[in-house]
């Protein structure tokens, strides 16, 4: 099974940015699909944005304009670009393989404050 690493977060203030990165094993991360999803405390695990193995991204709507998705093949790492930072956006961050049987990283913690 794949595993997934997440890094990169951490404590900013609104309207900062962040970069955070997944680093996958194994040689089958070039073939699927990646998600990033963010769950806050207390609410469910929500969907931010996917990007395909050909490179074609799709946002929600809450951070479409704000954060960008990209991935590197040749380092096995999806990263995804996090500016103009809400509040609203603190959460814990997950990255996902979309693949039967898909894996699931640990989660990286993104607070913003002031």
């Known amino acids: 099974q794949v595993q997934l690493v997440e890094s990169g977060g951490g404590l900013v203030q609104p309207g900062g940015s962040l970069r955070l990165s997944c680093a996958a094993s194994?040689?089958?991360?070039?073939?699927?699909?990646m998600d990033w999803y963010r769950q806050a405390p207390g609410k469910q695990r929500e969907w931010v944005t996917t990007i395909t193995s050909g490179g074609i991204t799709n946002y929600a709507d809450s951070v479409k304009g704000r954060f960008t998705i990209s991935r590197d093949n040749a380092k096995n790492t999806v990263y995804l670009q996090m500016n103009s930072l809400k509040p609203e956006d603190t959460a814990v961050y997950y990255c996902?393989?979309?693949?039967?049987?898909?894996?699931w990283g640990q989660g990286t913690q993104v607070t913003v404050s002031s």
């Open positions: 194994g040689s089958i991360f070039s073939f699927y699909a």
């Open positions: 996902h393989l979309v693949a039967p049987g898909g894996s």
